[in-house]
């Protein structure tokens, strides 16, 4: 007869390694004591560890943060693609982990979410937030119907002073947030029409309905990808802004910074 443990022991035969998501201390002492290489995730590193992976803030979202945690592992040095790690995870109880993941450390894997809120000039929580918009966006679309959109997140000012309105401003003398489930509303509403909305480091709406008119030389954006794509990218060169836009054509969504690319994915797939 099968023991339990030998029957769920596939889970984490033969890993390459551990990672613990915000361990508690006495947990990640029990691994520390084990012959197993340990890589802790969390949003300090109040273990002491050895090897540690820094999350921007705590994701709800169980696939983002083992996501966020391999990439940074990989972008660090940390993992090579090709290992199989076991992730412990805490999915229902806040305090311990109550689940083991078998994830294996792959370029697909790699969907460049480590790469859009390291070093972001934007608050995380306020990226992460105009990102689930815009997956949700991409999922739903406006009644049913595909949209586009364009946000650009932090160092509003510089990106104020290199577009134009199209239209009034609808948030001109508001103070919303993104985040505020109403502002979701509204968010999804305003992209039917045109241009970019431009978002604070904070997450305050500054402005709906921007025409953007960056410098676009020096802009590495891959063929293909029409106006709002290269004017996302371009504006992201010429500020510390990150821009995150909803494709119309193709339902992707993709993420620049730097003028560069750094994450594409499918919100169906998401
Ligand atoms: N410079 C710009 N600033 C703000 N919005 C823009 C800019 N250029 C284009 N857009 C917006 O993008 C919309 C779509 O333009 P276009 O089809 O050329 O872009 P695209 O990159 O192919 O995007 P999509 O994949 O959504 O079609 C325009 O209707 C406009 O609302
Ligand atoms: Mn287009």
């Given amino acids: 007869m099968s023991t339990l443990t030998d029957l769920l022991d596939d889970v984490v035969a033969d890993v390459d390694g551990v990672f613990l998501f915000s361990p508690s201390g006495s947990f990640h002492q029990r691994f520390r004591e084990a012959d197993v290489d340990v890589v802790v995730v969390d949003t300090e590193n109040a273990v002491d560890a050895d090897t540690f992976v820094e999350l921007p803030l705590e994701f709800d979202n169980v696939r983002d943060r083992i996501r966020f945690g391999v990439e940074g592992a990989i972008e660090n040095g940390i993992v090579e693609t090709g290992d199989a790690i076991a992730c412990s995870v805490s999915v229902f109880d806040d ?138 990218g371009a504006i992201t060169r010429d500020t510390n802004a990150t821009a995150i836009v909803l494709s119309e054509s193709d339902g992707l969504v993709r993420a620049f910074k730097g003028g560069r690319l750094i994450l594409e994915v499918d919100p169906e797939a998401y």
Avoid: C, W
């Fill in 95 to 232: 305090d311990d982990a109550d689940s083991v993941i078998r994830v294996r450390a792959t370029e697909d894997m790699g969907s460049g979410i480590y790469d859009l809120f390291v070093d972001s000039r934007a608050e995380p929580g306020v990226i992460r937030d105009v990102f689930e918009v815009a997956i949700e966006l991409g999922k739903k679309g406006q009644k049913g119907k595909p949209v586009g959109a364009l946000f650009v997140v932090g160092d509003a000012g510089k990106v104020m002073n290199k577009s134009r309105p199209l239209s009034y401003n609808p948030f001109e003398k508001s103070h919303v947030h993104v985040g505020d489930p109403i502002v979701n509303v509204m968010l999804k509403e305003f992209s039917r029409l045109d241009g970019a909305f431009v978002i604070s480091d904070s997450g305050k709406i500054v402005s709906a309905y921007r025409y953007l008119e960056p410098a676009a030389e020096g802009v590495d954006i891959p063929k293909g990808l029409g106006a709002r794509h290269m004017a996302a």
